[in-house]
Every structure is written in structure tokens, then in C-alpha cells.
């Protein structure tokens, strides 16, 4: 049977300070392959948002791009390619419904139209079918 291990503290604790080597070293350290950073904090009396911290604020990307002096808008202005057309704008679609529209004429006979209707011509439609 394993005992677990107890860390009995007697006083308060006043807050540490840690020294620019002391924190290199650390960072250094959770930087090593098959470490893992809350490993490194727990053996320092860390709390393993501090060592993040500390990392964040010790390591640089070298491959950064450097960062801009200031960071001000610049106005665009999109223009066309010579000789290319300016395109027509998009109109929008309706939906089309799927139906039926059924015209019962003298004489017993029927005209179905399905699909979408032209209304145009379904009204010259029914102006012949009138005058008959």
C-alpha cells in the first residue's frame, strides 16, 4: 500500500520573488522534449498559470513578423481592370413552388400548366381560350 505524500505548511507564506535566472531556468525547463509544464511548476511551488505566464512573457518567436509601429487604418478603393465589364449585379431568385395549375374549358377539356408559369403568357393563353 502506497502513503500518499502530505505537505504540512506552519506559517503563512509570504509571497516569493523570483529572480530573471530563476525563471529562465524553469521556463528552460518546461521547454524540454517530454516535460510537461505542471510537472516543472509542482517541483518549484508553482502554480502552473504562473509558469505559463513567466513563458509567455520570456519567450519571443523569432519568426515573428516585428510588430508595427502603430496600427492605423488606410483607406482602399476597389476599381475594375481595364477592359474587364463591371459585372451586373445579382438578382435575386424567387423560390420556385412546385404546382399545378389546371384550367377547365368548355367542352370537357382541360389545360394543366406545371412548373413555373410565365404569367405573360398564361394570361395571352387564357385571352384565346376566352374568345373561343
Do not use: N, Y
Not at 523569432?62 to 487604418?73: G, N, T
Not at 481595364?82 to 449585379?89: I, M, T
Not at 431568385?93 to 406545371?114: F, L, P, T
Request: aromatic content about 2%.
Amino acid at each position: 500500500m502506497t502513503i500518499p505524500r502530505v505537505e504540512v505548511i506552519t506559517s503563512v507564506e509570504r509571497r516569493r520573488h523570483w529572480s530573471r535566472a530563476e525563471k529562465e531556468r524553469l521556463v528552460a525547463a518546461s521547454l524540454e522534449p517530454g516535460v510537461t509544464v505542471s510537472e516543472v511548476a509542482r517541483s518549484a511551488g508553482l502554480h502552473v498559470s504562473q509558469l505559463f505566464r513567466w513563458r509567455k512573457q520570456l519567450c519571443t518567436r523569432i519568426d515573428a513578423p516585428p510588430a508595427p509601429e502603430s496600427q492605423a487604418l488606410v483607406p482602399v478603393q476597389i476599381v475594375p481592370d481595364e477592359g474587364s465589364r463591371e459585372p451586373k449585379p445579382r438578382r435575386r431568385r424567387r423560390r420556385s413552388r412546385s404546382s399545378v395549375i389546371e384550367i377547365e374549358v368548355a367542352g370537357g377539356r382541360r389545360v394543366r400548366i406545371s412548373g413555373e408559369v410565365d404569367a405573360e403568357a398564361l394570361r395571352r393563353v387564357l385571352d384565346v381560350l376566352e374568345r373561343r
